[in-house]
C-alpha cells in the first residue's frame, strides 16, 4: 500500500518508536525495572480519591451524562467556566471561559499549536518553533507535519554544590529571525527537572511580544495543579503566551485531558481544529476536573498529596544514587520539578546509549539523554553523557535499578 507523504512522515518508525516500544516490552518482562517511562505514580490516596469521586459522580448521574454525550468543540462547558474563575482568583489573570480550550491530552494540543504557528505560511516563507533551551520534551520532535520545524539552543550550565548542576537559557546564542512562528518551554521540564526562573521567562515573554510571536508554557508539571514543583516560580500568562496544561500527571493520564489557555482568537482556532478532527474533546476528564474544582479537592490535593509524594521520592531517591554513585562518578540536575533525574556522567567512557543497552540487558529501563535534543543543529557531546530516570517506582525497585546502574558504569570504566 501507498502511504502520502503526511502517512510516510507520520508512521516512520523513529528512533523514539523504537524506545517506546522497549519501555513498553520492559512493562512485559516480569521484574523490569522501569524507571524510563513517563507514567505518573499511583499515588494510594489519589487512586481511592478517584475510585471515591468516580463512584458518587456515578451516583449522581454526572458520569452517565459525561458518558453519554458530545461537549462543543472547545471542550465543556462547566470546565471553562470554573477553571478560568480558578485561574483568575488564583493568579489574578484576565481570563474568562472564552480563554480556555480542552483537548484530548495535552500531546495533541502541541501538535496543534506547533502547526498552527510553525511550516508554511501563505506568503511563501516557512517558520519553526524554537525550544530556547534544549534538553527538551521528547514528545516535541515528530510533531510537524513539515520536515525540519523545531530549532534549539544549547544551554549554559551551571555547576553546584553537592554534585548538582542547573540548566540556564543561554541568551546570548538565542537568535530570534523572521524564521520563528513560536517560543516553546515546558517548565518544570522534562527530561531534566529544570524550572526556568522567572527572569528567563520573563525575558523570554519580552522577547516573544518584541517579534509578534507567542511564547508557549508546558505547564504539565506546574502550579496551580498538579504542583509537582519544588522551587518558586510564579506562574506567567498574558495574551501573548499559550499556557498549557494537563490533567495526567495528577493522577489521570488515561483520562487524556489536556487544557489551553489563551487569547481569544487562539481559543477558536483551536476550537475549529478540534471539531475537524476529533468532534469533541472527551468529556471524562473535564468532567472529573469539574467536580473536583467544584469541591475544592483540584489545589487541595496537588498540594497536600501530589507534590509531597514527590518531593519525598526525590529526596530518598537522590539519597539512593549518592550512596552507590560520588559526585565525580556523576552530576545531578537539581531537582526542581516533574518526574525524572537527569543524570551527567561526564567521564563515562561510553555513550549513554551503550550504557542504555547494557542496562536493559539487565533488566533495567532509562532513556539515554541524546533524545532529548530536538532541534539541536549541532551533534554536542554532553547530549550523550546524559540520561533520564524517572523516580516513581517503590523505593525498593528504585534502589535495585541505581545498584545495577553503578555497576554497569563502574564496568566500563574499568574497560577504559
Ligand atoms: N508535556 C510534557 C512536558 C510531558 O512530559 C508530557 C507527558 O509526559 C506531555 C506534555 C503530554 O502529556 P499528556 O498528553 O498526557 O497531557
Redesign the pocket.
Known amino acids: 500500500m501507498n502511504f502520502s507523504l503526511f502517512g510516510n512522515k507520520f508512521t516512520r518508525h523513529a528512533g523514539i518508536t523504537q524506545l517506546m516500544d522497549d519501555l513498553n516490552d520492559g512493562l512485559r518482562t516480569p521484574g523490569a525495572i522501569m524507571l524510563g517511562g ?1 507514567n505518573p505514580a499511583h499515588i494510594p490516596a489519589m487512586d481511592a480519591y478517584f475510585q471515591q469521586l468516580c463512584q458518587e459522580m456515578l451516583s449522581t448521574g454526572t458520569l452517565t451524562e459525561a458518558l453519554c454525550n458530545y461537549d462543543g468543540p472547545q471542550g465543556k462547558d462547566t470546565l471553562l467556566t470554573n477553571l478560568s474563575a480558578l485561574l483568575r482568583q488564583t493568579f489574578g489573570w484576565d481570563i474568562g471561559p472564552q480563554n480556555i480550550a480542552l483537548t484530548n ?4 494540543a ?1 501538535f496543534y499549536l506547533f502547526n498552527l504557528f510553525a511550516g508554511r505560511y501563505e506568503e511563501g516563507s516557512s517558520r519553526k518553533v524554537l525550544f530556547p533551551l534544549a534538553p527538551e ?1 521528547i ?1 516535541y520532535a515528530d510533531s510537524g507535519l513539515d520536515e525540519d520545524m523545531f530549532v534549539s539552543v544549547r544551554p549554559q550550565i551551571e555547576l553546584l554544590p553537592e554534585g548538582q548542576f542547573k540548566y540556564h537559557v543561554d541568551f546570548d546564542n538565542l537568535t530570534i529571525g523572521d524564521d520563528i512562528g513560536m517560543i516553546c518551554v ?1 517548565r518544570p ?2 527530561p531534566t527537572g529544570n524550572v526556568l526562573t522567572d527572569e528567563e521567562l520573563v525575558h523570554l515573554d519580552e522577547l516573544a511580544q518584541q517579534h509578534g510571536i507567542p511564547l508557549v508554557i ?1 505547564n ?2 506546574g502550579v496551580p495543579f498538579p504542583g509537582i514543583i519544588f522551587s518558586d516560580a510564579t506562574p506567567l500568562w498574558n495574551a501573548n503566551t499559550i499556557l ?1 496544561m ?4 495528577l493522577g489521570l ?1 488515561g483520562s ?3 487544557i489551553i489557555v489563551g487569547n481569544e482568537q487562539v481559543i477558536s482556532a483551536i476550537s475549529n481544529m478540534n471539531g475537524i478532527v476529533s468532534l469533541s474533546p472527551g468529556s471524562i476528564g473535564p468532567a472529573i476536573a469539574n467536580e473536583m474544582i467544584v469541591r475544592g479537592d483540584l489545589l487541595r490535593l496537588s498540594n497536600d498529596v501530589v507534590r509531597p509524594f514527590y518531593q519525598q521520592r526525590v529526596t530518598e531517591t537522590i539519597a539512593t544514587i549518592r550512596r552507590y554513585l560520588s559526585p565525580e562518578r556523576c552530576l545531578i540536575h537539581k531537582p526542581e520539578g ?1 518526574i525524572f533525574l537527569w543524570l551527567w556522567f561526564k567521564d563515562l567512557p561510553i555513550s549513554t546509549e551503550t550504557l542504555y543497552q547494557r542496562l536493559k540487558k539487565r533488566g533495567v529501563l532509562m532513556v539515554p539523554g541524546h533524545y532529548f535534543f530536538p532541534g539541536l543543529a549541532e551533534d554536542w557531546p554532553h547530549a550523550h553523557q546524559c540520561l533520564r530516570m524517572n523516580y516513581v517506582p517503590e523505593p525498593e525497585k528504585i534502589e535495585q535499578g541505581i545498584a545495577i546502574l553503578a555497576q554497569e558504569v563502574e564496568l566500563a570504566l574499568s574497560e577504559s
Not at 105 to 108: A, E, I, L, R, Y
Not at 246 to 249: D, E, I, V
Open positions: 513517563g491530552g495535552s500531546q495533541s502541541f520534551y514528545g515546558s521540564t522534562n508546558d504539565a508539571y498549557c494537563s490533567l495526567s500527571k493520564p487524556r485531558c489536556g516533574a
